[in-house]
């Protein structure tokens, strides 16, 4: 299958079920932002998907990328992972803004714990995916400017990673906004930092301007930008975006799963289609798509997106499930499993 932002835009996209396939439990009731291996790449010949829920990183590992079943904890107070794989290894980048549970925190030193709970990405390498090095400092929110935009703390999130002739690329979203109809939380800004090692340091771009802000004047993300994952496809670079916006119909705030695309992976445009997937009437993701991870399996001719999204009860709970969409070309819309 040619891979470019072109053929991704003809793509035909549906639900592998109309459940999902990593439900949520009594003790984790919301899993969000998926990070995805093929078997191919993995240690072990296995699926691997890294998620967090309100504990922390969580592992799973499946034999058949349907039926998952939960490895371990892999990082406390962990949030949104991802993979960067280089040089036979492997390197988990994530946000932390808690130095520990609620219960022990409150034995820190104020100022101390002030320091400790500020917004960071942190990174850990492992050779098999099971252990993991203790994690280093990538970039803190401190140095990322807007990072406070109406916050009374400086936040980052969803860090990716992916190297570009030479130079790595740090993208990532910026600030967040508390939908005032639903207390949603979503990323404000996305935005891209820079650094010639892996390990940093990192230089936001042109000083820290975001990539995408919201905007008005778009049908998709005119309250929010939301989560971004980056795919690179041979002219140039796709984005899957859970964007957030205005259901002026239906009088409230809505979320899509979009497409972007770009020549550079700077300057991004909305490719022209419509959404991969939209807010379904009822059920467990009626409420927002919240995140996604995207990858094409060769061997299928087949892009895997696994994809996080809730169904809100009041202002407080949300349930988040993950679930499966499938892409392929609309002559080969027939997929064996």
């Not at 404000?188 to 230089?203: C, E, H, I, K, Q």
Request: charged share 25%.
């Amino acid at each position: 299958m040619v891979q470019n932002t072109a053929a991704f835009a003809n793509l035909s996209w549906y639900p592998f079920s109309e459940r999902p396939v990593i439900p949520g439990t009594w003790y984790m009731p919301a899993l969000g932002d998926p990070f995805f291996l093929f078997p191919e790449e993995s240690p072990d010949a296995k699926w691997h998907l890294f998620g967090h829920s309100w504990i922390g990183i969580e592992h799973f590992i499946s034999e058949n990328g349907i039926s998952w079943e939960p490895r371990k904890m892999v990082r406390l107070r962990g949030r949104s992972p991802s993979l960067f794989f280089e040089h036979g290894t492997w390197y988990l980048l994530y946000e932390k803004h808690n130095p520990d549970l609620p219960q022990i925190r409150k034995k820190r030193v104020k100022g101390e714990a002030k320091k400790l709970s500020r917004s960071r990405f942190e990174i850990s390498a492992s050779k098999d995916l099971l252990i993991f090095d203790e994690p280093r400092l990538l970039l803190d929110s401190a140095d990322v400017p807007f990072a406070t935009e109406g916050l009374s703390q400086p936040r980052i999130s969803r860090p990716q990673i992916i190297k570009t002739g030479g130079v790595y690329r740090l993208y990532y979203g910026v600030s967040h906004r508390r939908l005032f109809d639903s207390r949603q939380k979503c990323s404000r800004y996305f935005a891209m930092a820079t650094s010639d090692s892996l390990f940093g340091p990192y230089v936001p771009y042109e000083e820290g301007r975001p990539l995408l802000a919201p905007d008005a004047d778009d049908l998709y993300r005119n309250m929010a930008v939301g989560s971004v994952r980056v795919v690179r496809v041979e002219d140039g670079y796709v984005g899957l975006q859970c964007a957030y916006s205005w259901d002026k119909k239906e009088g409230k705030s809505i979320s899509a799963l979009v497409q972007l695309e770009s020549s550079d992976g700077i300057a991004w445009k909305a490719a022209p289609r419509k959404p991969l997937l939209t807010l379904p009437k009822s059920g467990w993701a009626s409420s927002y798509i919240v995140s996604c991870d995207v990858s094409y399996k060769e061997s299928e001719a087949c892009w895997y997106c696994y994809y996080s999204a809730n169904r809100r009860v009041g202002r407080i709970f949300a349930p988040e499930n993950i679930g499966l969409l499938l892409g392929k070309e609309p002559s080969l819309r027939r997929l064996k499993l």
